[in-house]
C-alpha cells in the first residue's frame, strides 16, 4: 500500500511560482513513476509531469519548460517546481504512484489546490 500526501498549493499571481511536495509513504516507492496531474471542472484528468525511478521524465505539452519535476528516492519525496504561472494553470493538482508495471498499484493523492490570479 502507498499512501500519498501532497502541499504546497495556494493562491499566486500571474507570473508567479508554486512548488507542490508530495510525500509516499513505502519502501518501494523507487519502483513507482511518480507523477502530478491535475484536472479541471468538467475535464479529463491531465498529465502535468511524471518522472521514473531513475529519473526520466515526460511532462505535457502544455508545460512548455515552466515546470520541473524531481524525486528523492531517499526521502520519498517527488516535487513539481512550477515556474511563469497562468491563470490557466488553475485547477487542482494530484500526485500519482503507478506500480502497475511492477503488478502493483496506482495511487492519487487527495489533490492540491493551485489558483493563479491577481
Known amino acids: 500500500q502507498v499512501q500519498l500526501v501532497e502541499s504546497g498549493g495556494g493562491l499566486v499571481q500571474p507570473g508567479g511560482s508554486l512548488t507542490l511536495s508530495c510525500a509516499a509513504s513505502g519502501s518501494i516507492f523507487s519502483g513507482y513513476v511518480m507523477g502530478w496531474y491535475r484536472q479541471a471542472l468538467a475535464k479529463q484528468r491531465e498529465l502535468v509531469a511524471a518522472i521514473t525511478g531513475d529519473g526520466s521524465t515526460t511532462y505535457g505539452d502544455f508545460v512548455k519548460g515552466r515546470f520541473t519535476i524531481s524525486r528523492d528516492n531517499a526521502k520519498n519525496t517527488v516535487t513539481l517546481q512550477m515556474n511563469s504561472l497562468k491563470p490557466e494553470d488553475t485547477t487542482i493538482y494530484y500526485c500519482?504512484?503507478?506500480?502497475?508495471?511492477?503488478?502493483?498499484?496506482?495511487?492519487w493523492g487527495q489533490g492540491t489546490q493551485v489558483t493563479v490570479s491577481s
Open positions: 500519482n504512484a503507478d506500480g502497475r508495471h511492477l503488478k502493483l498499484g496506482d495511487y
